[in-house]
């Protein structure tokens, strides 16, 4: 769930499982409550060391630019190539 809350731009949601026994039944209910925080956008991608390539032909590479919400998953997603 706080992979999927961060895939919605909501980079530090929590997600806090609680459970609730019923012994005569045998059953388990499990209530999730999240907390989104704020919204989480991409404020600038700052490309350094790169002295042969023009930054504009390196930013079209990534999957996100600057603007985006931030996304958990594209961030910790390893590179093609």
Request: glycine residues 8%.
């Amino acid at each position: 769930m706080q992979i999927e809350a961060s895939r919605r731009g909501y980079a530090f949601a929590v997600v806090r499982p609680r459970g609730d026994r019923n012994f005569e039944q045998h059953t388990v209910s499990i209530t999730f409550a999240v907390d989104e925080g704020p919204r989480t956008y991409i404020e600038r991608i700052n490309i350094r060391g790169n002295t042969r390539t023009r930054d504009f032909v390196i930013r079209r590479e990534f999957d996100l630019s600057e603007g985006d919400a931030y996304n958990a998953p594209w961030s910790i997603a390893p590179s093609a190539g």
